[in-house]
């Protein structure tokens, strides 16, 4: 209590605040380090221009969300080279009358033109994302790239008919058997009715599971000494589910 005139100095008031810390961890959603993945693959071509999405070199890939592997079908569809490789396709039919039902001249071409486009647009959606993303299997090739050239050879020609579930595990790969199929059966509706079979759709499924082990194979010896910006990855960067 201080009275009238007077004064009083406070002493010095030290306040102790308690140490802390604090630890912030930031770490990407495995939707967006797929996502990530996927921009990588997208980047990869054969000689710089083919496209060569469908392989990733990443042993433990996030497995891919419904929507990415519609995005992957899409890219793949809308490539440039895409459209090239399928007017030469047109181009050989119309050379030895292929589905002579469609007839020569341009109208024939661009008959035969469609229909080849209308075969992979379809094989690719219905075998890479629509069946894909019902059943839960990852379209794409898992380079193996490690062991002697006997358990490679081997295990390119078996990703023929069996594939990487969205759960990690190996399983039959239900999306490119039931795709190529869907892909045939479709094709009769677009066809000449001279080139219509039930038979040859079966062929055909036959046709492209082997087709896929050849593909596996040159994807496991060959393509990846062509292929531009295919990523690098190490075991201590393998992304984790």
Same mark, same amino acid.
């Given at each position: ?26 770490? *990407?959603?495995? @939707? ?31 497995? *891919? ?27 050989? +039919? ?9 007839? +020569? ?24 994302? @629509? *069946?894909?993303?019902?059943?839960? +299997? ?18 390119? @020609?078996?990703?023929?008919? @069996? ?14 058997? *039931? ?39 040159? +994807? ?22």
């Amino acid at each position: 209590m201080l009275h009238s005139g007077e004064d009083y100095t406070v002493p010095p008031v030290a306040l102790v605040v308690a140490t802390s810390a604090t630890e912030v961890k930031v770490s *990407l959603t495995p @939707i967006q380090v797929a996502e990530a993945e996927i921009k990588d693959e997208e980047r990869q071509r054969v000689l710089g221009v083919i496209p060569n999405f469908y392989v990733t070199y990443n042993p433990a890939a996030i497995p *891919l969300h419904p929507k990415q592997k519609f995005e992957l079908a899409w890219k793949a569809t809308i490539d440039p080279i895409n459209f090239g490789l399928t007017g030469a396709i047109a181009g050989v +039919q119309q050379a030895v009358n292929a589905f002579s039902g469609y007839g +020569q001249g341009t109208q024939g071409y661009a008959k035969r033109y469609g229909a080849s486009y209308a075969d992979s647009a379809i094989s690719t959606f219905v075998g890479s994302a @629509i *069946l894909p993303s019902l059943l839960k +299997q990852d379209p794409r090739y898992f380079y193996k790239g490690t062991g002697g050239r006997r358990s490679r050879f081997f295990y390119a @020609i078996a990703n023929a008919v @069996i594939c990487k579930g969205d759960n990690g595990h190996w399983q039959t790969y239900y999306s490119a058997m *039931l795709g190529s199929l869907a892909a045939g059966g479709l094709s009769n509706l677009y066809y000449p009715e001279t080139d219509r079979d039930v038979t040859v759709t079966f062929e055909n499924t036959l046709i492209a599971i082997g087709s896929n082990a050849a593909t596996n194979l040159l +994807q496991e010896f060959v393509m990846r000494k062509l292929t531009h910006n295919a990523p690098t990855y190490t075991a201590a960067t393998q992304a984790k589910p």
